[in-house]
């Protein structure tokens, strides 16, 4: 956070020091029993509230209700940031509040979640804006050209190479050529292009591209009456950087206006071909709204949020492969690979509705719902074509994020029962006697498990691609499928399975790897470094609690039961994401009928409210201005 940024944030709070001055004065001496109270009380049953859809139920449906998350959202003066934040359950930070909520000392204050303060400042980029930005170099522009459409257009059809090439060259031969809409594009890709051709960021340089991307960002100033695709291209290429700035509630926002326009435009409808009878804008608009509908979702989804448009208003036909007609096919990717992208884009929306959702889920049980979650996933994996599977050394980069995304899908699935059953194990801490089948029955074990091999599964591919080089260091997607891996690590590590140490250990070298990544100046990486590191002290705190301070210093002899020493779980050198899903086990119960995981049913969240406006009140300023 630069400096300005943080004297701009002290000055917002002095007054708002000095009026809670005479309010603390006079609640002097009730105000530790007031704060136990607040945080147990505030974050259990009763900030449950029934909604219109709920309230025909009687008393005895309550703890029902409560496995829905239909909660009574927590708000929290905060105003230092104008209004009070949400924060929903489906985000990777949350999850790793939970864990820190579910091992810590219960007669202490419950700790609570950290506030962002890693992202590009909009002062900053308002300054930038106003700035004069000069035109790269001819070599200089080409090169960050062929970079951004590397690592945008191998995975999303955005633009068209053809076509950006082409505009280009007439702006290198031609200076003044062009109008602000071609111009913006390009800008844009240069800012894609140096984030991801740079490796690390010196210390008074300014973050990579940011520069590009501010310049570019000045078409959003007056939206079209009329949009037209290059529209759309230029915000979903903005919302797309907006992520590597850590500002994803910006890129949500991008990526819902790019939304509205594809409708606007009636993207989202086959038209006649009498109308447009050219073959190759057909396919670009009709891949340019899949592009959209994923950004929509994808984006939507790590904020647990509502996307822009629903399934049943689409009316146009999925990605087609190009035919002779078309004069530039070479425009149009892997017609298989994007079709496989927007399925699962639409199977991450529909696991959050359904589990994290506050909508009424009708009849459907949460056990309904994870079991639901886990045949589409297993369905999508087995439509996958034999060049989409990860079977060998060679798998292109585009694969690997595919199987990333499936991981990640797996995960928002199941780490609620992973989550559970951490709380119960700790629960029935200090008795000597074992968790029993009747508090944890065998199937969501194995729904734990298939939640904990995904992850394992995506530490060794984001490693993979580490070190064969395609992991772009500012990437942010790359960078979160690490957090959230690594988070399902460290409560892996606190149960007393086999594996509890090796993942232990693979939580530390997951935290040290993030830490480097925060370290050469991806934002995402240095928010998640702070969640890592008081994750990690949380959980020796815990260990020290139960098991007194491990010899040979803090991270040592950390695993819950006895286990042997192993650098890591074993992982099949050629681990597939459906791997996780196929187990025996695992196939046994997804082909059952109904889970018994009706214990989930009355206890899911009863203590953790399903969302939450977490408290940044003036009197933690030390802890979280720091970061």
């Given at each position: 956070m630069s400096t300005l940024s943080t004297r701009l944030y002290i000055d917002g709070l002095l007054d708002e020091i000095q009026?809670?001055?005479?309010?603390?004065?006079?609640?002097?001496?009730?105000?530790?029993?007031?704060?136990?109270?607040?945080?147990?009380?505030?974050?259990?049953?009763?900030?449950?509230?029934?909604?219109?859809?709920?309230?025909?139920?009687?008393?005895?449906?309550e703890a029902a209700a409560s496995a829905a998350l239909e909660v009574k959202p927590w708000f929290i003066n905060a105003n230092v940031f104008r209004t009070p934040i949400l924060i929903g359950e489906v985000a990777d930070p949350a999850f790793s509040t939970r864990i820190r909520q579910v091992i810590s000392d219960p007669f202490s204050l419950q700790p609570r979640h950290m506030l962002r303060v890693n992202y590009a400042p909009d002062t900053e980029l308002m300054s930038l804006v106003k700035s004069d930005i000069s035109w790269p170099t001819p070599s200089r522009s080409r090169f960050l050209v062929e970079v951004a459409l590397k690592y945008v257009s191998h995975r999303y059809h955005v633009v068209r190479r053809s076509l950006v090439m082409e505009n280009l060259e007439q702006s290198i031969h031609n200076p003044s050529w062009g109008h602000l809409m071609l111009r913006s594009k390009l800008w844009a890709l240069f800012a894609i292009?140096?984030?991801?051709?740079?490796?690390?960021?010196?210390?008074?340089?300014?973050?990579?591209?940011?520069?590009?991307?501010?310049?570019?960002?000045?078409?959003?100033?007056?939206?079209?009456?009329?949009?037209?695709?290059?529209?759309?291209?230029?915000?979903?290429?903005?919302?797309?950087?907006?992520?590597?700035?850590?500002?994803?509630?910006?890129?949500?926002?991008?990526?819902?206006?790019?939304?509205?326009?594809?409708?606007?435009?009636?993207?989202?409808?086959?038209?006649?071909e009498s109308q447009l009878r050219d073959p190759d804008l057909r396919e670009h608009r009709k891949r340019l709204f899949w592009t959209t509908y994923i950004f929509d979702r994808v984006w939507a989804s790590k904020l647990g949020h509502p996307t822009a448009i629903q399934d049943s208003d689409i009316g146009i036909d999925l990605p087609s492969e190009p035919v002779a007609s078309q004069t530039f096919g070479d425009d149009f990717g892997d017609?298989?690979?994007?079709i496989a992208s927007l399925r699962l884009a639409a199977l991450v929306t529909k696991t959050v509705r359904s589990i994290y959702g506050q909508r009424n889920q009708g009849d459907a049980t949460l056990s309904t719902r994870v079991q639901q979650a886990l045949k589409d996933l297993r369905t999508w994996v087995e439509d996958l074509p034999s060049h989409l599977r990860i079977d060998n050394a060679g798998t292109e980069p585009t694969c690997i994020s595919l199987h990333l995304s499936f991981n990640q899908c797996a995960i928002l699935a199941t780490r609620p029962i992973l989550l559970h059953i951490l709380r119960t194990k700790v629960a029935a801490w200090p008795s000597e006697s074992p968790v029993t089948e009747t508090q944890v029955p065998a199937s969501a074990v194995t729904l734990s498990e298939a939640c904990i091999r995904c992850a394992r599964h995506s530490v060794r591919l984001l490693t993979d691609s580490w070190i064969d080089g395609s992991f772009a260091t500012f990437d942010y997607f790359y960078t979160q499928y690490l957090f959230s891996a690594l988070t399902v690590l460290a409560a892996s590590s606190l149960l007393d399975g086999p594996d509890a140490r090796g993942d232990r250990d693979a939580f530390e070298e997951s935290a040290r790897f993030l830490s480097q990544l925060g370290d050469a100046g991806n934002f995402a990486?240095?928010?998640?470094?702070?969640?890592?590191?008081?994750?990690?002290?949380?959980?020796?705190?815990?260990?020290?609690?139960?098991?007194?301070?491990?010899?040979?210093?803090?991270?040592?002899?950390?695993?819950?039961?006895?286990?042997?020493?192993?650098?890591?779980?074993?992982?099949?050198?050629?681990?597939?994401?459906?791997?996780?899903?196929?187990?025996?086990?695992?196939?046994?119960?997804?082909?059952?009928?109904?889970?018994?995981?009706?214990f989930l049913e009355a206890s899911f969240y009863d203590d953790l409210q399903g969302l939450y406006w977490p408290d940044f009140s003036t009197e933690n300023w030390d802890t979280w201005a720091s970061t």
């Open positions: 009026r809670l001055k005479s309010q603390v004065a006079r609640h002097t001496s009730c105000s530790t029993s007031a704060q136990d109270h607040v945080v147990t009380q505030g974050s259990r049953a009763g900030n449950r509230a029934m909604t219109p859809l709920s309230g025909r139920g009687n008393d005895g449906e292009g140096e984030l991801y051709s740079t490796r690390s960021i010196p210390s008074e340089k300014e973050f990579p591209g940011m520069a590009y991307f501010a310049k570019a960002s000045r078409i959003l100033g007056v939206l079209d009456e009329r949009p037209g695709t290059d529209s759309i291209e230029i915000i979903l290429l903005l919302s797309f950087y907006s992520l590597a700035l850590n500002r994803r509630y910006s890129a949500f926002v991008m990526s819902g206006t790019a939304m509205r326009m594809a409708i606007v435009m009636g993207l989202h409808l086959n038209i006649p017609t298989a690979y994007h990486a240095q928010e998640y470094c702070h969640h890592a590191d008081v994750l990690r002290a949380e959980i020796e705190r815990f260990h020290a609690k139960r098991m007194g301070p491990p010899e040979g210093g803090p991270g040592v002899g950390l695993g819950l039961g006895t286990v042997p020493p192993q650098s890591g779980p074993a992982i099949p050198a050629h681990a597939t994401a459906g791997m996780a899903l196929t187990e025996p086990s695992l196939e046994e119960l997804l082909a059952q009928p109904v889970l018994d995981l009706q």
